[in-house]
């Protein structure tokens, strides 16, 4: 059974992007090639500031509207609390 988790990018020109993928950091490279969300497209290079990992598909997509649903300065807050793990190279 996958993981699922929850992340937030940072766009370049400053806003925030909320997802939810079984593999954040390959989906974090999907938006910066084009492929991502159609809101991120136009706001690259985004960068991967916050991953939470979630018990299944339907808490991802709750949590996921919940974070969505955050004032910026709460998220900001949320993302100051995880460190990210980089990827391990390919």
């Known amino acids: 059974m996958p993981a699922y988790y929850c992340y937030i990018l940072e766009c370049a020109d ?12 390959r989906r974090e490279h999907q938006h ?12 690259r290079p985004v960068k991967l500031v916050y991953i939470e990992e979630v018990a299944d598909h339907a808490s991802a997509l709750r949590r996921e509207r919940k974070i969505k649903s955050l004032p910026r300065l709460r998220k900001i807050k949320l993302i100051q609390t995880l460190q990210i793990i980089p990827a391990v190279p390919e």
């Open 32 to 43: 910066n090639c084009g492929r991502g969300a159609a809101y991120t497209r136009t706001r």
């Open 14 to 25: 400053g806003t925030f992007y909320t997802g939810w993928s079984t593999d954040p950091h």
